[in-house]
């Protein structure tokens, strides 16, 4: 009986060591790909198989490590009422982080501080030693304007402009006709005529290389003109476009994706993406529903143009047009592509809200790579430029006194609340009387910050903006619309630069330092320990592996104050380990079989490791959640490390354990795991 029990129990100790060394194999891949790839790489070629390479996620690194710049500004707060001083200097935060994200910057910090009487914004920008630079990304004020919808014609070219574009459009068709021409007389001189007469920079500096265009890309226009020469072409006549003259080779041509023609229908919900519709959840999917008892190949189009919350399907009927994958969400193209040509789709719920979809056509693109000498032309817009969809209407940040989250007394939805000043009231509601039914919108630094609709005039100088708004999205709007409401000019009183040499040293210095911690610790747990020593030190490096692909996923910012959590982390996870084997050499010296003895440790031990480890980590949410972004990188690694050496101590340590306790050898010579039995 005790080995038909035993069975099971090594099979699903040998299961869970197998799925343990498949995670740290994805984990280390995850952590330093290159080695992965490579090996990938020889067994495909040895064996014929397609593993695939693992993505290089960079490990994201903070400003003492990677380098970049540090900014220090004093908030002028003089002319802020005290009350409204913590609000306004949010604000200024939060136009600075948006500025600062406008400009693409890893893992940007931007923080508030207050130092006595004195309002300051401190801002760590990573990778951006140029401090010029970061002064100039981070600006002034915010200004914010109130915009409405420009509805004034482009002028029209005056007789002498429309001749200028003539004659130059002119004497580009002759340079184009020379070009083409010379190309005729040798072909092999394409490259050479490229540099000589093409005015497009971009594909110049490529030789005239194009790469690869579709038929419904940026080049649909060429493509089109060039669909049906052989490669080798040298196309004997000018391409002529509205802006540019082409003169073409076609280089190559390839089978490209799959892509289908579809159509849909929409009902979204209140809360989907993009969805202007009051109606709840399970309304808009009882309608779809409704819908798709319905729904035929032949009745399709009529459906939508009578029923769809897109915008514009009544004019479009819902038709995409062709999409390749990756074009549309997943749970969209999955059914679109796996679709029969004519079907109708079942109901599909995607964040835009539901969908039925009609899959009218289905191709096999043929790309192709072209060649080109362009010879540019000019058109109305180099003259007149079009016009801005939205023109200022005078009314400005200086204008607004306040803006506070409200609730409608009604539905007790979040709403935005707004009010001007005597001269403001007076621009708002001329404003609103003659934009009823039509769109103003509100920019923060150029960027519009919400789009709303005028319901009706508005002369008391007070406004609600509602909408699909939880709490949180109508403080933000609320706290932009401060930002450039309240005037708070902001003095840059402290600039530092982090090089990338210092940071390097600083991050080589860190991971010596926690190498030679991880030696010393081994080394410990070895000799005093023995087997089950040498086993912990096999949990640690499967331990070390795991945290850092979670410091990759999460991601979490490396800052020198995150290694040092990481690196004390590394020590305080055999603290687990230690608990557990001085209660194993306890179980063993009281007489215990090697089996009894393990499970027993681990569940005395179990109590002092949880209890332990809980203050620990009580404290690193302490200081997360109320420090600095210094002391926050640290109280995170430490806490991260923190549960994964709970992990690994009741979790790893004890499969490789149990494994290896049912070994005679081990059975037999107690001493290999540090202890021996009590003497009589």
Known sequence: MAKQAQGPNRNYIRITIAVLIVLFLLAGALDYPPVWDKMADKV???????????????????????????????????????????????????????????????????????????????????????????????????????????????????????????????????????????????????????????????????????????????????????ADY??????????????????????????????????????????????????????????????????????????????????????????????????????????????????????????FGFHIINKIDERRIVEIRPRVITINKMTKTDIVPPADEYKNTGLSGKHLERSQVQFDPNTNEPMVGLEFNSEGSELFKEITERNVGKKVAIFLDGEPISVPTVNEAIRDGRAVISGSFDVQEAKLLAQRLNAGALPVPINLISEQTVGPTLGSASLQKSLFAGLIGFVFVALFMIIYYRLPGLLSVIALCFYVVFVLAIFKLLPVTLTLSGLAGFILSLGMAVDANV???????????????????????????????????????IACVILFWFSSSVIKGFALT???????????????????????????????????????????
């Open 44 to 226: 495909n070629d040895a064996v014929a198989l397609n593993i695939p390479h693992f993505s290089d996620i960079p490990f994201v690194l903070g400003l003492d490590l990677q380098g970049g710049t540090h900014l220090v500004y004093l908030a002028d707060m003089k002319d802020i009422p005290k009350d409204d001083r913590g609000e306004a200097l949010e604000g200024v935060r939060d136009v600075i982080e948006r500025r600062v994200n406008a400009f693409g910057v890893a893992e940007p910090i931007v923080q508030t501080a207050r130092v006595g009487d004195s309002y300051r914004i401190i801002v760590e920008l990573a990778g951006i030693s140029n401090i010029s630079e970061a002064i100039q990304m981070i600006g002034e004020t915010p200004i914010l304007e109130f915009k409405e919808e420009n509805d004034e014609p482009q002028r029209e070219l005056t007789p002498e402009e429309e001749q200028q574009i003539l004659e130059y459009n002119e004497a580009a068709k002759i340079k184009a006709d020379e070009a083409l021409e010379k190309a005729l007389a040798n072909p092999d001189s394409f490259v050479d005529l490229v540099k000589e007469y093409s005015e497009d920079e971009l594909s110049r500096a490529k030789d005239g290389d194009l790469e690869f265009i579709i038929p419904d890309g940026e080049y649909s226009f060429l493509y089109q003109a060039i």
């Open 230 to 351: 052989e490669v080798g072409t040298l196309i004997d006549t000018v391409v002529n476009t509205d802006d540019s003259f082409y003169i073409v080779k076609v280089e190559e041509k390839r089978e490209g994706d799959t892509q289908i023609h579809a159509r849909h229908l929409l009902i979204c919900y209140s809360g989907a993406l993009y969805c202007e519709s009051s109606i709840s959840k399970d309304e808009a999917r009882a309608k779809i529903d409704e819908l798709k008892a319905q729904a035929t190949a032949e009745n399709f189009d009529q459906l939508v143009r009578e029923n769809s919350t897109e915008p514009g399907a009544a004019d479009t009927g819902g038709d995409l047009g062709w999409f390749s994958r990756g074009d549309m969400v997943p749970e969209f193209e999955q059914t679109a592509f796996d679709m029969e040509k004519g079907a109708v789709s079942d109901v599909i719920e995607t964040d």
């Open 579 to 617: 608990l557990i084997f001085e209660r194993l050499k306890e179980e063993i010296r009281s007489g215990r079989t090697m089996g009894s003895a393990i499970d027993e440790g681990f569940k005395r031990a179990w109590t002092s490791i949880r209890d332990g480890n809980l203050t620990t980590l």
């Open 638 to 680: 430490l806490g991260v490390g923190v549960i994964m050496s709970m992990i690994s101590a009741v979790t790893i340590t004890r499969v490789f354990l149990k494994f290896v306790g049912g070994w005679k050898a081990i059975k037999n010579n107690p001493w290999v795991l540090g202890a021996k039995p009590q003497q009589e």
